[in-house]
């Protein structure tokens, strides 16, 4: 495993060393989508087209290819007596684990929110009316993706909230995610998943009601999907694989970092680099990696992603490496240095979230802290910011002025207008304040 992984390693002394770590970022981001014009982009084209077009029709004949499900469109709905029964068999200390998820994220979620807190006059917040939440349909549960989705949406006031998720688990949704959205008091609930669920709630079927908002994460296919119809509803970003970028030390503790990239490189695909000014640093690192990767569910697949999606580089300092990280613009960002971890996350400004110290892994951030997971990937981090309660809501500007106000900008709205050759917007001005 040592001589697999020892390819990783990449040192500033190697000419091709900036190369090498873009090279590994553009791979890590042509792995978000598919290219223009590609077979697979043609095929997303088709899907969404369809589904706009025979709404129901197409939603069941894809699930059934795609999922090997055949539904009729009366059952793509799970009833709430159902989500009722995951929840009454749910276990009881993850249910109590689930509510207190919820309640940190709700607190977190009602602290930022913006649109609570301004009392100007000048400026109407108002929620979203109804949003949609893909959830993806892994082998395993993802109850977490609920929470960090719905649960800020609930906080700026969304009255309907839609879930989608593919029908992976004995052909309908987990019951662990079944129970949950019973929990959130969410009824409205569809084993539909991929681009063509995407399509369903962007452009609404016989079934499904559009939504205003597609939020969520998912592979390729749900992405590109949502990139497709953005313009037709809003989205949150479009996500690429999980990934972190660990900023380190001599100071930093190995074997938690090890971990620490392991955590993403299982999501399979994701990335995880670490960036350091310590070669000591560096190789214990890989030593940990190859220890700990045999210990894993997910050992060979984790590997791979190791091995293409990943690398620990040793910078000449700690300048360039905050110059890297910057310009990586990752997801997830580990500071491990110590006392001057502080001091490095100000000079942070490209990031998704900012993990701070050797206690605070990416983990309690995707479960636990508050802030929502669903963030922006793939180098976005430089224009797109985390989900939140502040996503859920449209501003609409206020403008109110009497008489006296009018007369006073009169001449200057006039002007304006006629450099700009709309003599009736200036006679709109004129009407009002006698202005010939």
Known sequence: MTDQLAKILILSSQPDFENKLSCIRQTIINASGFEPGSQQH??????????????????????????????????????????????????????????????????????????????????????????GICIPGASAPLPSTVIMSAVPAQVAGVKEIVIV??????????????????????????????????AALAYGTETIKKVNKIVGPGNQWVQMAKKQVFGKVDIDSIAGPSEVLIIA????NPAWVAADMLSQAEHAPGSALVLTDSEKLA???LDELSKQVKELDRSQQTLQCLEKFSSVAVCKNIDDVITFAN????????????????????????????????????????????????????????????LSSNDFVKSSSIIRYD????????????RIAMIEGLDAHAKSIAIRTKKN
């Open 283 to 285: 190789h214990a690192v």
């Open 42 to 131: 043609q095929q997303l084209i088709n899907i969404v087209t369809e589904v706009a077009k025979n709404g129901d029709k197409a939603l069941a004949d894809f699930t059934e290819k795609f999922d090997s499900v055949k539904l009729t469109p009366s059952q793509f709905k799970i009833d709430k007596a159902q989500l009722k029964q995951a929840h009454d068999e749910i276990d009881a200390d993850l249910l109590k684990a689930l509510r207190k998820s919820i309640e940190n994220v709700r607190k977190y979620q009602t602290e930022i929110f913006m649109s609570g807190k301004n009392n100007l006059p000048v400026i109407k917040y108002t929620p979203l009316s109804r949003i």
């Open 403 to 414: 008489k006296e106000k009018l007369t006073q900008s009169a001449d200057d709205i006039i």
């Open 327 to 386: 310009d990586f613009a990752a997801e997830h960002l580990e500071i491990q240095c110590g006392n001057k971890s502080d001091a490095i996350a100000q000079r942070i400004i490209n990031a998704g979230a900012i993990f701070i110290g050797q206690y605070s892994p990416v983990a309690v951030g995707d479960y636990w802290a508050g802030p929502s997971h669903t963030l922006p990937t793939g180098s976005s981090a430089k224009f797109f910011s985390p």
């Open 165 to 198: 998720s593919p029908p992976r688990c004995k052909n309908s949704i987990h019951p662990v995610i079944q129970a949950l959205c019973f929990e959130l008091g969410i009824d409205e609930v569809y084993r539909i998943g991929g681009a063509q669920a995407v």
């Open 249 to 252: 030390d001599d100071s930093a």
